[in-house]
């Protein structure tokens, strides 16, 4: 079962940050795809922090933690990510 943080993130990157028609999954690399450029990891960087209130550490910006929203969602909640 998909967490709500899970849901809400890729809602939010298909409707906000998808560049192209693309339909994303959990684990559709974002990066390798096309659909988000480096802009749209930004935005989708100020979500998580606005939403989760978390701080994210520009240093943890890396394929590691943002390539899928599958990934995103396991970043955040290993930095105590609340919805």
Same mark, same amino acid.
């Given at each position: 079962m998909?967490?709500?943080?899970?849901?809400? %993130?890729?809602?939010f990157?298909?409707? #906000? !940050?998808?560049?192209? +028609?693309?339909? /994303?999954?959990?684990?559709?690399?974002?990066?390798?795809?096309?659909?988000?450029?480096?802009?749209?990891?930004?935005?989708?960087?100020q979500? %998580?922090?606005?939403?989760?209130?978390? #701080? !994210?550490?520009?240093? +943890?910006?890396? /394929?590691?933690?943002?390539?899928?929203?599958?990934?995103?969602?396991?970043?955040?909640?290993?930095?105590?990510?609340?919805?």
């Amino acid at each position: 079962m998909r967490s709500e943080l899970s849901s809400l %993130l890729l809602k939010f990157v298909q409707e #906000e !940050v998808c560049i192209g +028609d693309l339909e /994303l999954a959990g684990d559709t690399d974002l990066l390798l795809t096309g659909a988000v450029d480096s802009l749209g990891v930004i935005r989708i960087t100020q979500w %998580l922090q606005t939403t989760t209130g978390i #701080e !994210v550490d520009p240093a +943890d910006v890396t /394929l590691e933690n943002f390539q899928t929203v599958d990934r995103m969602v396991a970043y955040a909640e290993s930095q105590g990510a609340v919805i």
